[in-house]
């Protein structure tokens, strides 16, 4: 049966510059073509999903231990399903970490954020991937309970973290970290979620993925002295967290650490243009610490080619 809508209304007669029919279905098709972090954040990604084959496959090899470390940069431009690609390889629903296998999956987005509150996601995420592998492990030592070791594991390999003790010789290994976690929120947290990583006998993860995405949703609100574009500051703290967990003083790590960062042409491109130190700029860094790949989505995908099952 075929069913013809007239719609007599003129451009004029509704002040709307497009078709009536882009006006009635613009929220839907916006909702598939460019969807907000909240939006996807309640879409099942089993239901809708636009399939994309070899990059499912090229990726899924970062979903357990590979040996190596890997930096992946995915590019493309706004609704060619960056995101959706990759919430649906690592099965990513909602915001927040989780463990999938042998993997820990952290997710970091950017969207809406304040330029000057990125290193807080960080610091967020990093804390919920701590009670992530205290919920899965209960019998893990919780830093709570064994600061002691916590403390000689910090001072083992980021000795440099206990700076207090420059300004107060006496301080006694609880104020110091007490004053860690309050002055470097961030530091504290990657060192207490590679102290739990350490534990391979009571902790079995050999793998860690780091989701980078959305880094151009960041919001300015205030005139900054900070001259990085806002975008590659998500990308230095990125950095930040590789070295940090990277850092064991010559010591092996135990795991792999895969990163993967979403983000358009441009940001790319400024990652490898502007310098990270006098002598290296973003992707430099980036390979040094991993090999590098690029994949990029060309064309942004067709609505015949998004496939719904069942209510989403």
Known sequence: MLLVFCFPLSREDTGWHGSYIQRFLEAE????LAPSVSQLSQVEFEKIYIPNPDLERSLSRYKTHTYSNNTCVITGLTGSGKTMLIRHVFDIHGIKPHIDGKSIIIPFNFDNALYGGV???FTRMT????DCLKKEFPNLHDIDEYKEDF?????SRRNDLLYVLEKYPSATKFEQLASLCETNAFAFYSCEFKFYLNQTDICPIDNVVLI???VEGIRVEVKTEDSMPRELLPIKVTLELIECLQNQDGIPVPWSLN???CCRHFVYRLMGSLPYSLSKNYTQCLES???CS???LRESPSLGSVHIRGKV
């Not at 804390?127 to 701590?130: E, G, K, L, S, Y």
């Not at 403390?151 to 001072?155: E, L, R, T």
């Open 294 to 296: 690029q994949y990029d």
């Open 127 to 130: 804390r919920a991937a701590c």
């Open 259 to 261: 990163t993967i960062i």
């Open 119 to 121: 290193k807080d996601v």
């Open 212 to 214: 980078i995405d959305d």
């Open 151 to 155: 403390y000689d594991f910090i001072a």
């Open 289 to 291: 610490y991993a090999i």
């Open 29 to 32: 098709v916006n909702y598939l």
